[in-house]
Nanobody
């Protein structure tokens, strides 16, 4: 069983930066074999992929965040980060951490990011 705890959300002005963190419980062996990622859901919209990182560190980004967001992971701390720069009002959403095991996905509780114009 894996639990994901997110932190780092908040209110920021357009053009500002935030860093989200997501720390996983469970064995370090199991967690580090999982792909991890960030998704977001804005009011009235479906949840969408923001960025993912594989167990070997290969990253993937949604076109809307490329060159502004950076995903990374610390294998010792079992933590994945999302550095968000040049934030825009349209980045406002609840951001969810995801860990993808071979049997099922795990989700965090979500953290609110609000970008004011």
């Amino acid at each position: 069983q894996v639990q994901l705890v997110e932190s780092g959300g908040g209110l920021v002005q357009a053009g500002g930066s935030l860093r989200l963190s997501c720390t996983a419980s469970g064995s370090i062996f199991s967690v580090n074999r999982m792909g991890m990622g960030w998704y977001r859901q804005a009011p009235g919209k479906q949840r969408e992929l923001v960025a993912t990182i594989t167990s070997s560190g290969i990253t993937n980004y949604a076109d809307s965040v490329k060159d502004r967001f950076t995903i990374s992971r610390d294998y010792v701390k079992k933590t994945v980060y999302l550095q968000m720069n040049s934030l825009k009002p349209e980045d406002t959403a609840v951001y969810y951490c995801n860990a993808d095991s071979s049997s099922r996905p795990y989700w965090g509780q979500g953290t609110q990011v609000t970008v004011s114009s």
